[in-house]
């Protein structure tokens, strides 16, 4: 049984996320979506509401659980059983970090291997953060992510 964790920030999740999770739910065994909570950073959305609305939009995919987590990746990897840590590839601008956070955790974790998915091409611009920018400016994001998140980054932004 092969466990795959996917971590990130998920702030929020757009397609571009949900099309990475639904590629990795073919080809491993189940899949833990983790959803960082890092202090440092001032997300959009809690820790709770990112987890919430990943579940609801991966609810149909049964081999998917999401989670919160702290910390490092390899850690939550290991917590979980998990061999494998999955990212998503966009452009060679994701490469250099993607490639030193893979070496890095492989030595802090030899067991666990990255394995990346390349993006499919019709959402390799997009990003939670371009999401977010276009909707703060009263932009249509219709195309970026299922109407329940899309609606949820609306609520968020008028309150
Ligand atoms: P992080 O803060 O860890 O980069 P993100 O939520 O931005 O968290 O992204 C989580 C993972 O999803 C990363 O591996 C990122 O490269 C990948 N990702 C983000 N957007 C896309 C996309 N449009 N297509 C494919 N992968 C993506």
């Known amino acids: 049984m092969v466990i795959a964790v996917y971590p990130g920030s998920f702030d ?32 959009l ?22 989670q919160p987590f702290e910390g490092l990746s390899v850690n939550f990897a290991r917590e979980n059983h998990a061999q494998v840590i999955v990212r998503g590839l966009r452009a060679v601008t994701d490469f250099e970090y993607e490639l030193q956070m893979a070496q890095t955790n492989r030595v802090l974790a030899p067991d666990v291997d990255t394995v990346f998915m390349t993006t ?17 400016f009263g932009g249509d ?15 968020k932004m008028k309150g």
């Open 45 to 66: 959305f809690s820790v709770e509401e990112r987890v919430n609305i990943l579940e609801k939009a991966t609810k149909d995919i049964p081999n998917v659980v999401v």
């Open 120 to 136: 499919s091409l019709q959402y390799a611009y997009l990003s939670s953060t371009i999401m977010k920018e276009v909707a703060s």
């Open 12 to 43: 929020p999740a757009t397609y571009g996320h949900l099309d990475v999770i639904r590629r990795a739910s073919v080809s491993f065994d189940r899949i833990i979506v983790g959803v960082l909570h890092n202090s440092a950073k001032s997300p």
């Open 141 to 155: 994001i219709s195309k970026f992510a299922p109407p329940e998140i899309i609606e949820a980054v609306r609520n």
